[in-house]
């Protein structure tokens, strides 16, 4: 069967704490849409998209979409993964194009947006994004895939301990205390930094 130009879904909160009841939204999505949010979860393998489409439901985020499931035809479904980016190891790091890195190694990840990174607390002449890009290009980072959920390309950045200790000691420039407080207590090893194709 042809893939349709939308999708009727029915939209329910995953939220993990509830069991109360959450109005289920129904609504008419565009199949691409609906493809993209498969492909944050299974990537651009076919036989688990068809096997996705076909049962009807995926989770993702905090959202359950559930819809009449169909078999798909294997040229049609081709035809629209081909408009969407494939990973490329060729590509370089690109410092200006970053947009988000998460911190691991510790008890847990630390989630840094690049706005977040930029807002300067009082009396800071540089701000924390700029230390941990100058950490961060002093070796290039490795490329390890495309992100379907994010809409960008993941590099990842093994630190040395002179390099975590030089980023924990510049958290004093992050504005948000809740942030700033991971920084400096988590034993982080390493960077997953998300670069979008487009400046």
């Not at 980016?85 to 990840?109: H, K, Y």
């Amino acid at each position: 069967m042809a893939l349709p130009d939308t999708v009727r879904v029915k939209l329910s909160s995953e939220a993990a704490e509830s069991i109360s009841l959450t109005p289920v939204v129904v609504q008419h999505l565009p199949i691409r849409e609906l493809i993209e949010h498969i492909l944050g979860i299974a990537g651009k393998d076919e036989p688990r998209i068809r096997e996705i489409l076909l049962r009807g439901t995926l989770v993702s985020g905090a959202s359950r979409f559930r819809w009449t499931g169909w078999q798909v035809d294997d040229a049609n479904l081709r035809e629209v993964l081909a408009g969407f980016p494939d990973p490329d190891p060729t590509l370089p790091f690109v410092e200006s194009r970053c947009l988000r890195a998460i911190l691991r190694g510790g008890r847990q990840s630390i989630d840094i947006s690049r706005e977040a990174g930029e807002r300067k607390s009082l009396f800071q002449r540089s701000t924390f994004w700029n230390v941990l890009m100058n950490v961060v290009t002093a070796a290039q980072p490795a490329y390890i895939g495309y992100s379907y959920k994010n809409r960008a390309d993941k590099f990842l950045r093994e630190f040395t301990r002179e390099e975590a200790d030089r980023l924990r000691a510049a958290s004093d420039a992050v504005r948000y205390s809740t942030l700033k407080d991971q920084i400096r207590s988590n034993a982080f090893v390493q960077a997953e930094l998300y670069v979008t194709r487009r400046g």
